[in-house]
């Protein structure tokens, strides 16, 4: 049984002024005494006592009292023992997303051996005892998982080696996380859509996010279609072949049989390969169709129209990653989860819902 170890709130508010002053929150001078208590709600004691432990420390040196504590660059106090961090791709065209690109970029500068996985959880068909065995032949002392399923996620969150679910179905395990809360911004998307007139959404999403069953996120989807007088089905989350062919099959076969007036989309390529292919067949957005995504692409700021966004600040994301990696490499547990808030950002993909008939081949 492991001795309980109770901190003083002065270790406590030391560790966490030693953190901002490690992700330059703070770079010459720590403030006040009085912004401090004020700002972080502690006593004149407890600041003072936590400035002496990062005193000692070597992290701050003293300039007299009642003058700004200078921060002392001590390479040894910031020293960050390089681990072995493998990113574990959902799928390899995910090395070129912003968020992961800049997560192994922000790893890479903290001097880690971070890199992405060979094979990603599709090539390993998301299967337990695949990724298994790739995890045995290709160790680490960290693994970051983006956008696992829970099985898998269950297994990793079971390991010793420490685990990060980035995305994923990361909900009731024992895991650190970082994640949107797309809720509150899809929300308000699907409202605006329905005020608009549209009653024939789909929503499209990969299986993780509906099997075995609908994430959150997605069943909150139904629910508020259903609240609106709109009956639901299948036909809002389709079931289909996730792979270039089968995204086309899916498309062609809701334009020919109950073509969708708006669509939402979980992520960025699939906005794009859906809107090209619509085009291909006539369908123009947003004349014909409105079209919602849930990502974040540098192309977009180069799309006209200006795609209508469910939008959220993927750099929090990577920031408490890299966090998340500093602790694991200096031998602390974190299994924080960490979300940001997303909100829906109009732009020029939505309109009002077209009663006229669609071509279809």
Same mark, same amino acid.
């Given at each position: 049984?492991?001795?309980?170890?109770?901190?003083?709130?002065?270790?406590?508010? @030391?560790?966490?002024? +030693?953190?901002?002053?490690?992700?330059?929150?703070? %770079?010459t %001078?720590?403030?006040?005494?009085?912004?401090?208590?004020?700002?972080?709600?502690?006593?004149?004691?407890?600041?003072?006592?936590?400035?002496?432990?990062?005193?000692?420390?070597?992290?701050?040196?003293?300039?007299?009292?009642?003058?700004?504590?200078?921060?002392?660059?001590?390479?040894?106090?910031?020293? %960050?023992?390089?681990?072995?961090?493998?990113?574990?791709?959902?799928?390899?065209?995910?090395?070129?997303?912003? /968020?992961?690109?800049?997560?192994?970029?922000?790893?890479?500068?903290?001097?880690?051996?971070?890199?992405?996985t060979?094979?990603?959880?599709? /090539?390993?068909?998301?299967? =337990?005892?695949?990724?298994? +065995?790739?995890?045995? +032949?290709?160790?680490? /002392?960290?693994?970051?998982?983006?956008?696992?399923?829970?099985?898998?996620?269950?297994?990793?969150?079971?390991?010793?080696?420490?685990?990060?679910?980035?995305?994923?179905?990361?909900?009731?395990?024992? $895991?650190?996380?970082?994640?949107?809360?797309?809720?509150?911004?899809?929300? *308000? *998307?699907?409202?605006?859509?329905?005020?608009?007139?549209?009653?024939?959404?789909?929503?499209?999403?990969?299986?993780?996010?509906?099997?075995?069953?609908?994430?959150?996120?997605?069943q =909150?989807?139904?629910?508020?279609?259903?609240?609106?007088?709109?009956?639901?089905?299948?036909?809002?989350?389709?079931?289909?072949?996730?792979?270039?062919?089968?995204?086309?099959?899916?498309?062609?076969?809701?334009l020919?049989?109950?073509?969708?007036?708006?669509?939402?989309? +979980?992520? @960025?390529?699939?906005?794009?390969?859906?809107?090209?292919?619509?085009?291909?067949?006539?369908v123009?957005?947003?004349?014909?169709?409105?079209l =919602?995504?849930?990502?974040?692409?540098?192309?977009?700021?180069?799309?006209?129209? %200006?795609?209508?966004?469910?939008?959220? /600040?993927?750099?929090?994301?990577v920031?408490?990653?890299?966090?998340? @990696?500093?602790?694991? @490499?200096?031998?602390?547990?974190d299994?924080?989860?960490?979300?940001?808030?997303?909100?829906?950002?109009?732009?020029?993909? $939505?309109?009002? =819902?077209?009663?006229?008939?669609?071509?279809?081949?």
């Amino acid at each position: 049984m492991k001795n309980l170890r109770i901190r003083s709130s002065s270790a406590q508010l @030391a560790e966490y002024l +030693q953190e901002q002053i490690r992700d330059r929150i703070w %770079t010459t %001078t720590l403030p006040g005494e009085s912004w401090l208590m004020a700002h972080l709600q502690v006593g004149r004691g407890t600041v003072r006592a936590a400035m002496a432990q990062l005193e000692a420390e070597g992290i701050l040196a003293p300039c007299g009292q009642g003058k700004r504590r200078q921060i002392v660059m001590n390479r040894d106090a910031f020293t %960050t023992r390089k681990i072995r961090v493998r990113i574990f791709l959902y799928e390899i065209q995910d090395r070129s997303c912003i /968020d992961t690109s800049s997560l192994l970029a922000e790893l890479l500068a903290e001097g880690m051996d971070a890199d992405f996985t060979r094979k990603s959880f599709k /090539d390993l068909n998301m299967q =337990v005892a695949k990724v298994e +065995q790739y995890v045995s +032949q290709n160790p680490a /002392d960290a693994w970051i998982l983006i956008s696992a399923s829970q099985e898998v996620i269950e297994w990793f969150s079971q390991q010793k080696v420490p685990s990060h679910a980035m995305y994923g179905r990361h909900e009731g395990l024992p $895991i650190a996380a970082a994640f949107p809360i797309i809720i509150p911004g899809q929300t *308000a *998307a699907v409202q605006r859509l329905i005020e608009l007139g549209h009653k024939r959404i789909v929503m499209l999403a990969r299986a993780e996010r509906r099997k075995p069953k609908l994430l959150r996120s997605e069943q =909150v989807f139904i629910e508020q279609l259903e609240a609106a007088g709109i009956k639901t089905s299948d036909y809002n989350l389709p079931d289909w072949e996730e792979s270039r062919e089968g995204l086309r099959r899916l498309v062609d076969e809701l334009l020919r049989f109950s073509p969708p007036t708006a669509m939402l989309f +979980q992520e @960025a390529q699939l906005y794009i390969a859906v809107k090209s292919h619509l085009a291909d067949r006539g369908v123009i957005c947003p004349r014909h169709i409105s079209l =919602v995504v849930a990502d974040e692409d540098p192309c977009f700021g180069w799309c006209h129209p %200006t795609p209508s966004q469910i939008q959220w /600040d993927y750099r929090k994301v990577v920031r408490s990653i890299v966090r998340w @990696a500093k602790n694991v @490499a200096d031998g602390k547990e974190d299994r924080r989860k960490i979300g940001t808030e997303a909100e829906f950002v109009e732009g020029g993909s $939505i309109g009002p =819902v077209f009663l006229g008939k669609l071509f279809r081949e």
